[in-house]
């Protein structure tokens, strides 16, 4: 049942949650997006080590919501995991390399990556991890101390 109520929020209630909140944050910052454009060009053409190593983990305030990249930029590469992960899988799709994101749930707490589809990349915070093929989802679990049980 938990399975099914975390993929309804992953899929439904936090995509619909996260629009509302980008929107309103645009409507009030209209005039910011030119710069933030610019920024944005420059991050594209980093290394994602580089520019996933510029992203600063920070707690979610009102609700759990998944920024826009232009958003992220806007707050300084500033957020959570989801974050995190929504900008690694737009700087892939950016380069050409497909990828998707991930969550990784214990019954306790749940965390957000985003892995390539080829699975030889995790990105995970400001960390990107190589990893192997053939045994991705026991190292993605190891790599976090084997304290998640499921990716959904």
């Given at each position: 049942?938990?399975?099914?109520?975390?993929?309804?929020?992953?899929?439904?209630?936090?995509?619909?949650?996260?629009?509302?909140?980008?929107?309103?944050?645009?409507?009030?910052?209209?005039?910011?997006?030119?710069?933030?454009?610019?920024?944005?060009?420059?991050?594209?053409?980093?290394?994602?080590?580089?520019?996933?190593?510029?992203?600063?983990?920070?707690?979610?305030?009102?609700?759990?919501?998944?920024q826009w990249v232009s958003t992220l930029v806007y707050n300084d590469l500033k957020g959570d995991c989801d974050d995190a992960a929504n900008l690694a899988k737009w700087w892939f799709k950016?380069?050409?390399?497909?990828?998707?994101?991930?969550?990784?749930?214990?019954?306790?707490?749940?965390?957000?990556?985003?892995?390539?589809?080829?699975?030889?990349?995790?990105?995970?915070?400001?960390?990107?991890?190589?990893?192997?093929?053939?045994?991705?989802?026991?190292?993605?679990?190891?790599?976090?101390?084997?304290?998640?049980?499921?990716?959904?």
């Amino acid at each position: 049942m938990k399975t099914i109520i975390r993929k309804i929020a992953i899929h439904f209630s936090k995509p619909i949650w996260s629009f509302i909140r980008n929107c309103v944050f645009w409507l009030g910052h209209l005039n910011k997006i030119a710069g933030v454009r610019k920024c944005i060009d420059r991050i594209k053409n980093f290394p994602i080590k580089y520019a996933m190593s510029e992203f600063e983990w920070q707690e979610d305030r009102i609700g759990d919501w998944t920024q826009w990249v232009s958003t992220l930029v806007y707050n300084d590469l500033k957020g959570d995991c989801d974050d995190a992960a929504n900008l690694a899988k737009w700087w892939f799709k950016e380069h050409g390399v497909e990828a998707e994101i991930l969550n990784l749930y214990s019954d306790k707490e749940g965390h957000t990556v985003c892995v390539t589809k080829d699975r030889e990349t995790m990105v995970t915070n400001e960390r990107v991890v190589n990893l192997n093929p053939t045994c991705w989802e026991k190292e993605v679990m190891e790599y976090f101390g084997n304290k998640y049980e499921v990716i959904i």
